[in-house]
């Protein structure tokens, strides 16, 4: 069956390309402002030992691969390093329906939903199997106003059609949550070509075991891979909706390429079942696949303390097709800066 999607006129909707020019103009204007107002903060973001704090911002969007509007729509993540073994996440997560001009419920499609969350993450090195391992607490609120109010605002500014069924999305109005992970990501390879120096590079593939109970309860297999001229190999052996690894930045620079593929068997996504709170939409354990596939490539630049990061990122569909699934593509734009230090 067919959706019906009323016309939005050319008054009140640009054109996709200029709402794609103005939404990547608003989120390097948000990084702009986060990284200029951040060196203020430096001299109290300093460790005793003198060493450098970090601190990173994650923008994701799926016009940033896609050009869609709808599953994982947009997010983002801000993350701090006040120690080398610590680090702390805050983020928030927003989901729409491929109809946002429906207002009523929609049982063929995904439900809104967002999450916004603060995280906590200890790290440990095993010195004799040089794995690292991670473990990761988070609290959250589903259905906060505030991913309401974000959208619409940055649809309004875009001029593209403003979504009119959050009164649906999941657990509407607020519902606590948490989450508690363990990773661990452990070197498989690591090769180097060329003559040492400047055209010397290291090829790192990494193994990811994962495992979580909370509002996503999952467990999962992932294998990454990096080129650069760095030999750390786990700079970009983490990532997830969630948390993430951001590696310290170097005072050096150079450029360097990554991809990697993760395969989830998840038993339980409040996003999509809901939990405690009655939501107008939600889906059976039956109604969703068990089995998760997720890849990814980027390229990364570093320079002078900056680490600025692109990566096209791909998840297969969760919901079974007959209730509104579909593969989703998006693109996330990651800016790191080390702050303070001798």
């Known amino acids: 069956m067919n959706k019906h999607h009323p016309r939005i006129s050319e008054d009140d909707r640009l054109s996709g390309a200029e ?29 005793e030992d003198g060493t450098a ?5 994650a923008l994701d969007n799926d016009l940033y691969a896609a050009g869609s509007d709808r599953d994982y ?55 004799q199997s040089d ?32 979504p009119r069924g959050f009164d649906q999305q999941i657990a509407d109005g607020g519902e606590l949550t948490a989450r508690a992970g363990w990773t661990r990501f452990a070197p498989v ?23 979580s109970a909370g509002y996503l309860t999952e467990a999962s297999l992932g294998i990454n891979l990096r080129l650069s001229r760095q030999s750390q190999w786990w700079g970009d052996a983490a990532d997830d909706f ?16 990554f991809t990697g593929a993760r395969i989830k ?29 997720e890849a990814w490539a980027g390229v990364a630049t570093r320079w002078r303390g900056w680490d600025i990061k692109y990566a096209v990122r791909y998840q297969s569909a969760e919901i079974k097709p007959a209730n509104g699934g579909r593969d989703q593509v998006y693109g996330d734009i990651t800016v790191s800066r080390a702050l303070g230090g001798r």
Not at 80 to 97: I, K
Not at 107 to 125: G, I
Not at 189 to 209: H, K, N, P
Not at 242 to 257: C, F, H, I, K
């Open 19 to 47: 709402g794609l020019l103005i939404s990547v103009a608003l989120s390097y204007l948000l990084l702009v402002i986060l990284f200029t107002t951040a060196p203020a903060f430096a001299a109290a973001d300093r460790a």
């Open 53 to 57: 704090r970090q601190w990173t911002v």
């Open 73 to 127: 729509t947009a997010g983002f993540r801000v993350t701090t390093w006040r120690e080398r073994d610590s680090s702390t996440q805050f983020g928030l997560l927003m989901y729409t329906p491929d109809n946002l001009q429906r207002s009523s419920a929609d049982r063929t499609d995904r439900p809104y939903a967002n999450l916004v969350y603060l995280s906590r993450s200890r790290w440990q090195m095993n010195a």
């Open 131 to 162: 794995a690292l391992h991670r473990t990761t607490v988070t609290i959250g609120l589903l259905g906060s106003p505030l991913a309401e109010a974000l959208q619409k605002a940055v649809h309004r500014a875009t001029g593209s059609e403003r």
């Open 189 to 211: 390879y690591t090769g180097v070509s060329g003559a040492a120096g400047a055209r010397q590079r290291y090829l790192s593939v990494v193994s990811e075991t994962q495992v």
């Open 242 to 257: 969630v948390t993430q690894l951001d590696e310290p930045v170097r005072a050096n620079s150079g450029r360097y390429w």
């Open 265 to 293: 068997a998840r038993a339980y996504n409040a996003l999509l079942q809901g939990q405690f709170r009655s939501s107008a939409v939600t889906y059976s354990r039956s109604e969703l696949r068990p089995w998760v596939a």
